[in-house]
């Protein structure tokens, strides 16, 4: 999905899940901050996030200068040594929220020379992280990033990473259910894509009243609010990081 189509009325929907409520229990990454020694459950949360979270680390890589291949090397030796842990105790200080956390980390990491050289041959054939995909998205992105920083890469493509977890994570919902038709037409009342129907043409497309369409949209919206206050839990320590990081996100892809 093309970045702007996903901001569109995301400030509104930043509002409104700012006033909601969302359980906090343990998270991805608190699990792994909390966790005790080497834990089966830390390192399962811990290998979860990487494979989540690692366009960022790749684009920031990129955007220092390295080539492609290289690059991917260096993305997956990274990650391979933060699974292993050898890497997890050193920068306590960003502990509350993984974004900053690994932003910190991979700086340090790309300045060490020697871990720098033991990564590119670590990463050579590692399968970790699914970076076949990456090429493509680079050539689409690449006017806008070459009027960016490397942090500033790294943060929009962090944001909008969160973005296309939640709306996968919505869209494995309506799929279950049957209604993966009647998403895709939410999902462009959403974020006002082109073409996007109205309420009228959903009613008759789907045999609705124009009532039930905004009912239906109503509790399509309140969902996405919801999982991405969820999302965004995953990547915390603790609730009171969710809000600051919830207007982080949204001041980063409207920037």
């Keep these: 999905m093309p970045p702007n189509d996903q901001v569109t009325s995301l400030s509104a929907i930043g509002r409104s899940?700012?006033?909601?409520?969302?359980?906090?229990?343990?998270?991805?990454?608190?699990?792994v901050l909390e966790a005790q020694g080497e834990s089966p459950?830390?390192?399962?949360?811990?290998?979860?996030?990487?494979?989540?979270?690692?366009?960022?680390?790749?684009?920031?890589?990129?955007?220092?200068?390295?080539?492609?291949?290289?690059?991917?090397?260096l993305t997956q030796g990274f990650f391979a040594l933060l699974l292993e842990?050898?890497?997890?105790?050193?920068?306590?200080?960003?502990?509350?929220?993984?974004?900053?956390?690994?932003?910190?980390?991979?700086?340090?990491?790309?300045a060490d020379e020697s871990r720098h050289a033991m990564a590119v041959k670590r990463g050579k054939g590692q399968r970790l992280i699914p970076l076949d995909e990456i090429r493509e998205r680079e050539r689409i992105d690449v006017e806008r990033s070459d009027r960016?920083?490397?942090?500033?890469i790294y943060e929009r493509r962090w944001a909008f990473t969160v973005l296309e977890q939640?709306?996968?994570?919505?869209?494995?919902?309506?799929?279950?259910?049957?209604?993966?038709?009647?998403?895709?037409?939410?999902?462009?009342?959403?974020?006002?894509?082109?073409?996007?129907?109205?309420?009228?043409?959903?009613?008759?497309?789907?045999?609705?009243?124009?009532?039930?369409?905004?009912q239906a949209f109503y509790r399509f919206r309140q969902r996405y609010q919801t999982l991405l206050r969820e999302e965004i839990a995953h990547t915390v320590a603790t609730p009171s990081d969710i809000e600051d990081e919830l207007r982080h996100l949204i001041a980063v892809v409207q920037a």
């Design 17 to 31: 899940a700012q006033n909601g409520a969302v359980a906090f229990t343990t998270t991805h990454w608190s699990v």
């Design 41 to 73: 459950e830390a390192h399962e949360a811990l290998e979860k996030l990487c494979r989540t979270y690692w366009r960022p680390i790749y684009s920031f890589v990129r955007r220092q200068g390295a080539a492609t291949q290289d690059a991917e090397d």
């Design 85 to 110: 842990r050898k890497d997890l105790n050193t920068l306590r200080k960003e502990k509350g929220r993984l974004r900053s956390y690994l932003l910190t980390s991979v700086k340090h990491f790309l």
């Design 148 to 152: 960016l920083t490397a942090d500033q």
């Design 166 to 214: 939640v709306m996968a994570r919505l869209r494995d919902e309506y799929r279950s259910a049957g209604n993966l038709r009647f998403f895709d037409q939410m999902k462009k009342m959403l974020m006002d894509e082109p073409g996007r129907p109205s309420q009228a043409q959903v009613a008759s497309e789907f045999d609705m009243t124009e009532n039930a369409v905004k």
